[in-house]
């Protein structure tokens, strides 16, 4: 039975019962395919323009999470209403070639072969900072948050999703919550996500999508006017 190479926590191994399996490299240059990333695994070293390589300073403390530069300022954010639920945020990370990112929780834990990166809120850590964290945490990816996707009832939280773009970092660097992490086209999506509580953030983010393409308006280097137009002439 495979180890995690990150120890949990508690500083105890974490054994893989199912372990994943990687995709071939030329996958992740495949817009139509779903890539798949392993711990420490091989990756292209710059994936649509961006470099696939370590964050090597995250933020280390409550107040420099809290001001980190992927955190956006210039859009109305309303309060979370939780009731009896804890509070949780994560991110919808988007690709230039209109991807997205999902982890594969270790052993399946919660039920989820594969759901999107999330936790709950620490003390003192605005929403966006625990999105951020949390991504870089479950995924190894840095992002940037462009806007909010919705506010989501799951078992135990109420989650907060974003909708992001990666800037940097590497899915080869992920905690040892993940067993592995993918980048799928939104079609396969509704294939891999088996958990019931992420089915209204998959409705959720098709409409959100297709108002963008209506608008034009971008989200990081993910443009989906062109995305479709080019598409079609295919």
């Known amino acids: ?3 995690h190479p ?3 926590d508690h500083g105890k191994p974490v054994h893989l019962h199912n372990p994943s399996t990687v995709t071939a490299m030329g996958t992740w240059h495949d817009d139509e395919a779903i890539a798949t990333c392993l711990p420490d695994g091989e990756l292209p070293p710059i994936l649509n323009g961006i ?8 933020p280390h403390t409550r107040e420099d999470w809290n001001q980190d530069t992927g955190i956006n300022l210039h859009f109305p954010e309303a309060s979370m209403v939780a009731l009896d639920k804890n509070i949780a945020a994560g991110a919808v990370i988007i690709e230039p070639d209109g991807r997205v990112w999902v982890v594969h929780p270790s052993n399946q834990f919660g039920g989820y ?3 999107f990166p999330k936790g709950r ?6 929403m966006q900072a625990t999105a951020i964290k ?3 945490e479950e995924a190894g990816l840095r992002i940037r948050i462009h806007s909010v996707l919705g506010d989501f009832k799951r078992t135990a939280t109420m989650t907060r999703l974003y909708l992001a773009e990666r800037v940097g970092g590497t899915p080869a660097t992920m905690g040892w ?5 993918s980048l799928s086209p939104l079609e396969a999506l509704p294939g891999l996500l ?6 209204p953030v998959l409705t959720a983010l098709q409409k959100t999508l297709s108002a963008l393409e209506l608008s034009g308006e971008p989200i990081g280097g993910y443009r989906p006017i062109v995305q479709c137009s080019q598409r079609g002439q295919d």
């Open 194 to 199: 088996n958990g019931a509580a992420d089915k």
């Open 51 to 58: 470099a696939l390589q370590p964050w090597l300073n995250p």
């Open 1 to 3: 039975m495979p180890l």
């Open 177 to 181: 919550e993940s067993q592995a992490v």
């Open 6 to 8: 990150r120890k949990d």
């Open 134 to 136: 949390e991504c870089w």
């Open 113 to 115: 072969q594969a759901t």
């Open 121 to 126: 809120q620490d003390p003192g850590l605005s």
